[in-house]
């Protein structure tokens, strides 16, 4: 059973940052691609940034490019998103999330409902 748990969220000034984790247990952690999305209440959840299995290819959607930073651990079955300069407007739940497609890679053109596998979310407030 896969199960992914983020944590790290919380509440910050605008300009201030975070860095939020998510630790995946149940498959071969490495060979899985990992996307970070969020979610605005009445909104769908928005593709946020991605990592390939090895680590070494990164995507991130245009609103986050050159704040944003997501990383990943495969020692420690974690994937990181660091936060930087953060607006009031990246307040939001963020969810970290795969599939069952080993191998692939995750760009600003994924949905949400392509992926299998879900954390419960963490909250990121951003007050300015």
């Known amino acids: 059973q896969v199960q992914l748990v983020e944590s790290g969220g919380g509440s910050v000034q605008a300009g201030g940052s975070l860095r939020l984790s998510c630790v995946v247990s149940?498959?071969?952690?490495?060979?899985?691609?990992m996307a970070w999305f969020r979610q605005a209440p009445g909104k769908d959840r928005e593709f946020v940034a991605g990592v390939t299995g090895s680590g070494i290819s990164t995507d991130y959607a245009d609103s986050v490019k050159g704040r944003f930073v997501v990383s990943r651990d495969n020692t420690k079955a974690t994937v990181y998103m660091q936060m930087n300069s953060l607006w009031h407007e990246d307040t939001d739940v963020y969810y970290c999330?795969?599939?069952?497609?080993?191998?692939?890679?995750?760009?600003?053109?994924?949905?949400?409902?392509?992926?299998?596998?879900w954390g419960q979310g963490t909250q990121v407030t951003v007050s300015s």
């Open positions: 999330a795969t599939d069952n497609a080993p191998y692939g890679r995750y760009d600003a053109t994924l949905t949400g409902r392509q992926l299998n596998y």
């Open positions: 149940g498959r071969t952690f490495h060979t899985y691609a």
